[in-house]
Nanobody
Framework: QVQLVESGGGLVQAGGSLRLSCATS????????MGWYRQAPGKQRELVAR???????NYADSVKGRFTISRDNAKNTVYLQMNSLKPEDTAVYYC?????????????WGQGTQVTVSS
């Protein structure tokens, strides 16, 4: 059964950095746009960043210039480098694979990885 395994979350002070990783299968990565989403307590899940098979990226306005999404096809892994973290970045972060040019998620959402930014 294909899975997504998110890791790299933790507790960090404001202004700090974290790198999240999302490991999946070769086939899923090869065929999909990959995305990172987040959900803060009491809020809906929201887009953070997406990257296409060709490496085109898009970001939520709130993270532009601070976060970078990348994919390593050799390692079947997608990363989210988060710099200059703010308390409002606190959330559970999830990754998923999407049918290209759609919002259709290929896989069930996992448990995510908690990111907590202290002020």
């Amino acid at each position: 059964q294909v899975q997504l395994v998110e890791s790299g979350g933790g507790l960090v002070q404001a202004g700090g950095s974290l790198r999240l990783s999302c490991a999946t299968s070769e086939d899923i990565l090869r065929l999909s746009t990959m995305g990172w989403y987040r959900q803060a307590p009491g809020k809906q899940r929201e887009l953070v960043a997406r990257i296409t098979r060709g490496g085109i990226t898009n970001y939520a306005d709130s993270v532009k210039g601070r976060f970078t999404i990348s994919r390593d096809n050799a390692k079947n892994t997608v990363y989210l480098q988060m710099n200059s973290l703010k308390p409002e970045d606190t959330a559970v972060y999830y990754c998923n694979a999407f049918v290209p040019d759609t919002q259709i998620a290929r896989l069930r959402w996992g448990q995510g990885t908690q990111v907590t930014v202290s002020s």
